[in-house]
């Protein structure tokens, strides 16, 4: 049961975002400057340090947008009508946020600029990253991009239905990385096997149709297949 507890827990909290990343598009666009700022970010091989202090600002920013969204659904809820003081709890939510990625844009900006000035000084050029790396990577990409699919869906839940399948993309996307990780044949039979398991639970229990999981499927493979194709 506690178990069953933690996965419920784990479920209405994604929920949640998916909810917000549905109903504002501010949201929405925090997701995007974040897949492209951490794209970049390896394109450009920044240091171990720079990247952790910008996946930091950005979870901040993420952040920030969703506890203004759940403070302006508590005020509409407790003050229906419009009044001076719901309209400043309102705006001082939105505030947080605005000086939240402001700040994000500054570090950015002071982390960044040198990586930019050298792409226009030196030419483009794409930074090699081990496996590892990669495979975190993919992770964050497909799971940004799931949650933005079913966003303009606007079906179902994020792990119980909706387009695509959040589980066959997520085990599709980590059996793929352990394939071109370790090419080793047994290991990406075995977990080509599990990913294929997870993703015939999601039909079993009637959670998703075929075609959501089979789009699942291939979304995580082709963006990890991508991303190794690109950083290797």
Same mark, same amino acid.
């Given at each position: 049961?506690?178990?069953? =507890?933690?996965?419920? #827990?784990?479920?209405?909290?994604?929920?949640? *975002?998916?909810?917000?990343?549905?109903?504002?598009?501010?949201?929405?666009?925090?997701?995007?400057?974040?897949? !492209? +700022?951490? !794209?970049?970010?390896?394109i450009?091989?920044?240091? =171990?340090?720079?990247?952790?202090?910008?996946?930091?600002?950005?979870?901040f +920013?993420?952040?920030?947008e969703?506890?203004?969204?759940?403070?302006?659904?508590?005020?509409?809820?407790? &003050?229906?009508? =419009?009044q001076?003081?719901?309209?400043?709890?309102?705006?001082?939510?939105?505030g947080?946020?605005?000086?939240?990625?402001?700040?994000?844009?500054?570090?950015?900006?002071?982390?960044?600029?040198?990586?930019?000035? &050298?792409?226009?000084? =030196?030419?483009? %050029?794409?930074? %090699?990253?081990?496996?590892?790396? *990669?495979? +975190?990577?993919?992770?964050?990409?497909?799971?940004?991009? +799931?949650?933005?699919?079913?966003?303009?869906?606007?079906k179902?839940?994020?792990l119980?239905?909706?387009?695509? #399948?959040?589980?066959?993309?997520? #085990?599709?996307?980590?059996?793929?990385?352990?394939?071109?990780?370790?090419?080793?044949? *047994?290991a990406?039979?075995? &977990?080509?096997?599990?990913?294929?398991?997870?993703?015939?639970?999601?039909?079993?229990?009637?959670?998703?149709?075929?075609?959501?999981?089979?789009?699942?499927?291939?979304?995580?493979?082709?963006?990890?297949?991508?991303?190794?194709?690109?950083?290797?």
């Open positions: 049961m506690p178990l069953r =507890k933690s996965i419920d #827990s784990a479920n209405n909290a994604i929920e949640g *975002i998916l909810v917000a990343a549905k109903t504002e598009r501010h949201l929405r666009y925090h997701f995007y400057v974040a897949a !492209l +700022v951490i !794209l970049f970010s390896y450009t091989g920044v240091t =171990k340090t720079e990247f952790l202090i910008i996946s930091i600002v950005s979870l +920013v993420i952040m920030a969703l506890f203004n969204t759940a403070i302006e659904a508590t005020v509409n809820i407790l &003050s229906p009508d =419009k001076e003081k719901a309209r400043i709890a309102k705006d001082v939510a939105a947080a946020v605005l000086t939240t990625a402001i700040g994000a844009a500054v570090i950015g900006y002071i982390i960044l600029l040198p990586y930019l000035v &050298s792409v226009f000084g =030196k030419g483009f %050029h794409v930074s %090699h990253h081990g496996g590892n790396e *990669i495979a +975190v990577l993919s992770l964050i990409i497909v799971i940004i991009l +799931v949650v933005l699919l079913k966003s303009f869906t606007g179902g839940h994020p119980r239905g909706g387009m695509p #399948s959040g589980h066959a993309a997520l #085990s599709f996307s980590i059996w793929m990385s352990i394939t071109l990780i370790t090419k080793n044949l *047994i990406s039979l075995l &977990s080509l096997l599990v990913a294929i398991l997870i993703a015939q639970s999601r039909l079993t229990i009637k959670v998703h149709n075929l075609w959501e999981v089979l789009l699942g499927a291939v979304t995580g493979c082709a963006v990890t297949f991508l991303l190794f194709w690109i950083f290797t």
